[in-house]
């Protein structure tokens, strides 16, 4: 499975940004998927999750209200909609997807269950 995570750039505080991960050789409404991030020095962290239905969603605390996670089921993507940025948003941001069929009913929030990675793309927020 190869995930492609695209939609990331430099941004003003306050502004809007959407990022988009495609999935080729999988479908996500069949797994559990989330986005991630990692900001320079600190470990990679949970930012939210969808369920193979999409009925369920989660965020970090930190993001809800701000974000918000979609599944289009006829482009095949996981989108990132990312709103009221702030300068702590910065980092780099990962789409995964969880293989796991009872967990995909459920959102995976954990880490170490997700088996396929994007190769992030960059979200830089300026004051």
């Known amino acids: 499975v190869q995930l492609q995570a695209s939609g990331g750039g430099l941004v003003q505080a306050g502004g809007s940004l959407r990022l988009s991960c495609a999935a080729s050789g999988r479908t996500f409404d069949i797994y559990s998927s989330g986005w991630f991030r990692q900001a320079p020095g600190k470990e990679r962290e949970f930012v939210a999750g969808i369920s193979r239905s999409g009925g369920r969603t989660s965020y970090a605390r930190s993001v809800s209200g701000r974000f918000t996670i979609s599944r289009d089921s006829v482009k095949n993507t996981v989108d990132l909609q990312m709103t009221k940025l702030k300068p702590e948003d910065t980092a780099v941001y990962y789409c995964?997807?969880?293989?796991?069929?009872?967990?995909?009913?459920?959102?995976?929030?954990?880490?170490?269950?997700?088996?396929?990675w994007g190769q992030g793309t960059l979200v830089t927020v300026s004051s």
């Open positions: 995964a997807l969880d293989w796991d069929q009872v967990r995909a009913w459920e959102v995976t929030t954990q880490l170490l269950y997700y088996d396929d």
